[in-house]
């Protein structure tokens, strides 16, 4: 089985990419194009012609939306890397003489936008905001592939959990330092998943031709900020009584506080648990003491 993947380096890039070597697949990283001036967002004319097939794509790369507060020009960046990188994809693979079984591409909750306390699966309405706005246009640039009969699943990830990186990694030092607490209300939800669910779920997807169109990549117990917080805490060992109002953080991060920090996303897994999936990690004390441990 061959398989070609973006984002290679990222958090779930490499964890997938080690997954599929140890089941035997063969897998090609597509890299970005560093010498065509602009004009290529992929360097594809890397792949030769006797290399452009495979069984399957997973599309995973996308500029980091939380390095930092946005800037008109960090929200043109995080924009152009999904829309433009995946509109190129699609190109490219749209032109391949055989074409691959299924394209599964990165998506995220934030395509619900902030829903408070209500429960959304999969058929919920795109939000409002900026991330709502990336999400929803990510996810139409697929169409093309749908229209050429290839299966297509939009993989709309939460916040991922994993001893090497992502928003974990963001939070431990605060936490470590005593700093660690609620932000805001804290009754804001945060639908979350373990990186070895991810990887799982991307395996099981690739196998499972009944599935597509979009997935919500989280476990089926999502949990609020001060939930979190406190799991973090007596994961670490470390009190959590600091508080951070929502008007500083939005006075620190902006426009980023309100669609990330702020914002409240109960998304549950229908289509996963309708398809069969089992998930490996859904008790969040017991990912975050393996998480700490691989940290």
Sequence with gaps: MKTLVTGCSGLVGSALVEALFQQGHTVQCLQREKKSG??????????????????????LAGENVSSGRWSAAQKQRILDSRIVGTRELVDFIS??????????????????????????????????GFLAEVCRQWEKELEPLRDLGIRTVNLRFGMILSGKGGALQRMIPPFRAGFGGVIGSGGQYVSWISVGDVVGVIDFLMGKTSVHGPVNVVTPTPVTNRQLTVALGKALGRPTFFKVPAFLAKSILGQMADEMVLSSTRAIPRVLLAAGYTFQDTSLDAVLQECLKAS
């Design 38 to 59: 602009g004009k290529n967002f992929w360097a594809t004319h890397a792949i030769s012609e006797r290399e452009r097939v495979c069984d399957q794509v997973v599309h």
């Design 95 to 128: 032109l391949l003489p055989q074409k691959p079984r299924v394209v599964l591409c990165a998506s995220a909750v934030g395509f619900y936008g902030n829903r408070g306390e209500q429960t959304v699966d999969e058929t919920g309405s795109p939000g409002s």
